[in-house]
């Protein structure tokens, strides 16, 4: 017997609904627009299932779907049923169609789990300050997340750290929405290359095709991938869910390297770049 025969068929509306999902979690307005039509097929299969068929049908299909939880169909759901996509449909409305799926705030948001304001659990913090031994700042935070990271100086989401320069042993988990997380990386980046974050561990999902993945790759030191998905916590610290991708610690700044292998090591895998410069290592893969 093989595999294939051992294992139930895929069901296709859940493949096509999952392929509608994962797209919306990678753009904006387009993202959007695939978020409310993934939603309107929940509404379209949800009617045509009998009586107590609806959630035996997303549990058993969660893999393709690419959600786990009920509350995110729900999300998906109300939006499609709430939501006018037209062809004056821009970035402006695809933002407030965003805040009725996922709610009004994005600074911890989890996009693809349904959840929001979502923090790193306390553990991984005290791992972070071990290896850089202070927290000067957290550019992407709120009041409720600093208590947990305790930055000497932090920027929440009306501060906008995207607008604000960065300096010393920077502790950062960005928003994970599209165009929030880019944006982000590509700030971290820019602000470790100048010299003004001297040091510091950034906490993503490891979106290893995206090209803002790859930038943080060409100036990290160090690159834990995680044993697992992380789970995260609300301002409660209660564990609230897990995300449906695994995630990545970047460490930069290489006077503490060491530390951060034998630190992280628990947590995943370490991965070192090449050592040579990045700029002569990409010519000579290229090449």
């Known amino acids: ?162 607008t604000k320069q960065w300096n010393g042993k920077v502790w950062l988990n960005p928003p994970y929405a599209q165009p929030l997380i880019e944006k982000f990386v590509e700030k971290m980046v820019e602000e470790r290359s100048s010299g003004r974050v001297t040091e510091a561990i950034m906490l993503t999902h490891n979106y290893t095709d995206t090209s803002w993945f790859h930038k943080a790759c060409e100036i990290a030191d160090a690159i834990c991938f995680t044993r697992g998905r992380i789970k995260f916590v609300d301002a409660d610290r209660n564990e609230c869910g897990t995300p449906t991708q695994g995630q990545a610690f970047f460490y930069f700044g290489g006077d503490n390297i060491e530390s951060f292998k034998k630190t992280f090591i628990e947590v995943g895998f370490i991965f070192t770049p090449c050592a040579m410069p990045r700029t002569v290592a990409r010519n000579f893969v290229e090449s």
């Open 1 to 162: 017997m093989t595999l294939a025969e051992v294992l139930p068929p895929l069901d296709k509306d859940a493949i096509d609904i999952g392929a509608l999902y994962r797209k919306g979690c990678k753009g904006m307005a387009d993202s959007v627009r695939y978020m409310i039509e993934a939603g309107r097929r929940l509404l379209a299969k949800k009617a045509e299932l009998d009586h107590g068929e609806w959630i035996p049908w997303l549990e058993a299909n969660a893999d393709a779907l690419g959600f786990e939880t009920r509350m995110t169909a729900t999300r998906l759901m109300n939006a499609a049923a709430k939501c006018n996509v037209d062809v004056t449909f821009d970035d402006q409305k695809a933002i407030e169609a965003s805040r009725t799926i996922w709610g009004n705030h994005n600074v911890r948001g989890t996009q693809g789990t349904g959840e929001n304001e979502w923090y790193t659990p306390e553990k991984y913090i005290l791992l972070a300050r071990k290896v850089l031994g202070k927290i000067d700042l957290d550019p992407a935070s709120s009041e409720k997340a600093n208590k947990i990271v305790r930055a000497n100086k932090f920027y929440s989401e009306t501060d906008n750290g995207l």
